[in-house]
């Protein structure tokens, strides 16, 4: 299966990002995948664009999208009326599969993306049939939701009345429309539905019960494989294959009757938007590196000659935890710095080197460091001399990891990485049995503190043998190569804690003698959902750029004076 092609379709001044799926032969209808609200989208990421792929070779054009303030989309996520812009957006999205010709266009739609599909064809009565898969019925049901996961996130509840809900905001004017959503009001009962329900999952057999007393007939299908997809990290969440073909086949079996009359390659404003970014007018062009996917965001004017390059953290594709790199991708681009939002193999909008969709994806792949390499290239090659690599968990990892032996560029960027982690990326060393044995127990509380108490004789004795290097190494090998590396930690990250336990003597003394810098946030989680300390990190970004730009001294936060209990605190004088 080919890459899908990548469009910008909507309006001018509230461009969204798609993805289009294409049939290898002849065309019989097409299909738009509305996608859920928040990190049930990151979970469910790599469903939906299998189902895509299905589709496609069932002869059907896909096409996925992300609404407006999500995603690679235009806009910030805190619009007034963010719920009736994503209905505006679904029709969008149905107007650009007729673009593309298709009479009637299918939807297929998840969650609340699912609930819009059957919103959008209360106002549009020539569209296809709609596969809802576990759709929400109430608004008001999904917000009460919505209020229990942001119970639970850092920083969920705000004073203003927002949720923060796993680093996706529900402002207060999105939760009103969202208590007031009621997705069936003038659905037309002549509608062919199909639904799936997974036993098992929330709320079961409840949407059918109330698509029926809404007057609705839904082909009902009942399989397992929902709570897998939006329950579970969406690192490890395993794609419902049985379930997806036969959403696929139920589609495709509907819309032979709406033959396509004429299909156009041409997207619809072309590769490059310009548009709002939210703190200025920015561009911003979908682009391949190695047929690897990118986002490149720069001013419309003038550049600097600084670029970032944002790095995947576990499953999120390039738009980063909680659209984090989004956010400081068109913050920094108002201030003069491109940057490329980058999804390495596997992740995100790229195949994996074997060009399929992973099904079950190790986080990080061995050919992550030679594609990093090749992305720091393309920006040389654009004209962007001073580059720096930012990446949170893995990400954070693999940049220290890869720059520690390879490639160069002017500075580092590091949150949250667990550095007693660092995989192989193919650069650098084979990770030995012994260190793969003693990094994967660091994932695991209770084996993580077993681990804590050997001396740290023995793990010195164990770096000095090349049998389980110490980070200090590492570090020490980005310094020594001339580039600036910072650290970024939460006051209760486990990376940190893992260091301060485990031989910290190595990474005091480098940060004491200001070869690399040193951050610990107040309150940061480990994903940066907490969009206060999320500010605090964009403004450490800012001072690293210019501190790298202006060729300044190494500099090192002495905001580490947070205890954690048990361990010897790392000082950074």
Known sequence: MSAPDPVWFGSRSRPL??????????????????????????????????????????GLIALRFDYEGAGQSSGTGHEEDLLSRWQDDVASGIAELRRLGVTRPALAGLRLGASLALAAAAHDREVGPIALWSPLTSGARYYRELRGHAAVTSGGVLSDGSLNVTGHLVSPSFASELRAFRPLTDVPPELELLLIDSPGFRDYGRAAAD????????????MPGTAEVIEEDAELVAIPEALLNRMSRW??????????????????????????????????????????????????STRDGRGVIFLNNGAAGAEGPGRAWVQFARTLAAGGVSSLRFDQSGLGESPNPKGRLTRRPKVVARTTGPEILNAVSWMRDRGVGNITVVGLCSGAQVAVRLFAFDGQVENIVSINPPLFSLRDIGVGPIVRLLWDYLTYPMRKDKARR??????????????????????????????????????????????????????????????????????????????????????????????????AQLAAPQFAIDDVSERIAGCRPISTT
């Open 211 to 222: 698509l029926r007393d809404a007057g609705l007939e839904p082909s009902v299908i009942d």
């Open 17 to 58: 990002a798609g993805y289009v799926h294409r049939p290898a032969g002849a065309v019989s209808g097409g299909v738009l995948i509305c996608a859920p609200f928040g990190y049930e989208a990151v979970c469910a990421h790599r469903s939906l664009r299998r189902l895509a792929d299905l589709l496609a070779a069932d």
């Open 450 to 547: 077993v681990l804590h108490h050997i001396p740290a004789w023995l793990w010195k004795g164990l770096d000095a043998l090349w049998i389980y290097p110490l980070p200090a190494r590492f570090l020490r090998r980005v310094a020594d190569r001339g580039i600036r590396l910072h650290l970024v930690f939460g006051d209760h990250d486990k990376g940190i804690v893992d260091i301060q336990c485990r031989g910290s003597d190595g990474v005091e003394r480098l940060v004491s003698e200001h070869r690399i810098g040193l951050e610990i946030v107040e309150d940061m989680d480990h994903s940066m959902f907490n969009h206060s300390s999320r500010s605090r990190v964009l403004a450490t970004l800012h001072r690293s750029l210019e501190a």
């Open 251 to 300: 589609i495709a079996q509907r819309s032979s009757r709406a033959p396509v009359e004429h299909d156009t390659d041409d997207s619809q404003f072309g590769p490059v938007v310009e548009f709002d970014g939210g703190a200025g007018v920015i561009r911003e062009e979908i682009v391949r590196i190695h047929g690897l996917h990118g986002v490149w965001t720069e001013p419309p």
